[in-house]
């Protein structure tokens, strides 16, 4: 379980439309002291900022990943495990069951003739997925404070299941569902946490009760969302994962879509309400995430800067790499509450402070994020949900006529096609649709 194979097997569930149970690998146990993979990435940058000695380095990375399973905060792959659960795809209990735990076993077995019984019944993945469905999910995923890269992973399988899913609908969502997790990157728990105060049946369970969720969506049971959660136990009384709704962290969503005169076609920023709501910054670009990574080891990069990384954009990568190292080295130079950070590519789910991804249109075709420059006056406003540099429209004519495209990526087969072939990160880099 990872960040993409997980939204791509339900892509292949929703293509092929042949029932059948998606069944999660599992999350990992927390290290010590409830260190985790973002925890070594952390203790890098703060090693490069003189902040982290050799020595606590090497602890950091001892005793970070005890064990097998997938990164252990809310990152994206138990963020799409929740999200997946919550789509009715797999089994309750699959997002939240620890990778070593016997528990995970026994849902292996269980899928098993849960599939049985779908293929008996004839129920269908599109028979599951519907757009009720996905609006479950990303509730869910808004409530536990999940990666943004639900966004890309929930258009792309809604394209999948030829369901009508956009940006608006998501921020929509966001608009009026609560974040209530206080799990990691920005919380102290992990999903190994959450497993223990009932997981994600029982986070839907209160969510239901609250009038949050589309109770009556079809899952791989063979019955609805509702009635497989009405035998579910409650929250543990006394969790301290899940706020009551009265104490949320947020009112509303931590993922917002942001647009203006750099990002016309939207942008995903996460902003869990910790970094404040808005940013104004002076540039300071990149044209890869490597020299924004010097950049950030040598000290170039101080308070008050917006950090741009262009050309990592789903054509300009190619393929839309994470930038977890630069958020985790701004985090470990003690920079994540001075420094904001925006670029065409995406974040891991374990990237937190003010960042803002999926820039659209990408650098790489000519969309303004590749005219900025440094000094350029950046401004994040997740109130008004806008990204916008103050240029003049003079100015940027100008740029815009002095701008020579970037050489596309000259290697072979595969990457190759996805290049020519993939659309918008707005539309969730569909390799299928007409804008590619």
Known sequence: GCDKNMPACAMAMARIDRPSVFVYGGTIMPGEERRDIVSVFE?????SAGTVSDIQLKEVERTAIPGPGSCGGMYT?????????????????????????????????????????????????????????????????TVLGGSTNAVLHLLAIAHAAKIDLSLQDLQAVSDRTPFLANLKPSGKYAMHDLHDAGGVPAVMKMMLEEGMLDGSCMTVTGQSLAENLASVPSLAHNQKVIKPLFRAIKKTGHIQILTGNVAPEGAVAKITGKEGEKFVGQARVFDSEQAANQAIAAGVVTAGDVVVIRYVGPKGGPGMPEMLKPTAALMGAGLGQDVALI??????????????????????????????????????????????????????????????????????????????????????????????
Not at 43 to 47: K, L, N, Q, S, Y
Not at 105 to 129: G, N, S, W, Y
Request: aromatic content about 6%; overall charge neutral; some cysteine.
């Open 43 to 47: 203790a890098v940058g703060g090693h």
């Open 77 to 141: 792959a138990n963020t799409m495990a929740s999200a997946i659960e919550a789509m009715g795809l797999s089994l309750p209990y699959d997002a939240s069951y620890p990778a070593k735990s016997p528990e995970k076993q026994r849902a292996c077995e269980r899928a098993a003739k849960a599939a049985f019984h779908m293929l008996t019944q004839q129920i269908k993945p599109r028979d599951i997925v519907t757009k009720a469905s996905l609006i479950n999910a990303f509730k869910v995923v």
């Open 343 to 436: 670029t065409d590519g995406r974040f891991s789910g374990g990237s937190h402070g003010f960042v803002v991804g999926h820039v659209a249109p990408e650098a790489q075709v000519g969309g303004p994020i590749a005219l900025l420059k440094d000094g350029d006056i950046i401004t994040i406003d997740a109130v008004n949900n806008s990204l916008s540099v103050d240029v003049s429209e003079s100015e940027w004519q100008q740029r815009r006529e002095a701008w020579q495209p970037k050489a596309t990526y000259q290697g072979q087969g595969v990457l190759t096609k996805y290049v020519r072939l993939v659309s918008s990160a707005a539309s969730g880099c569909v390799t299928d649709g007409s804008e590619g």
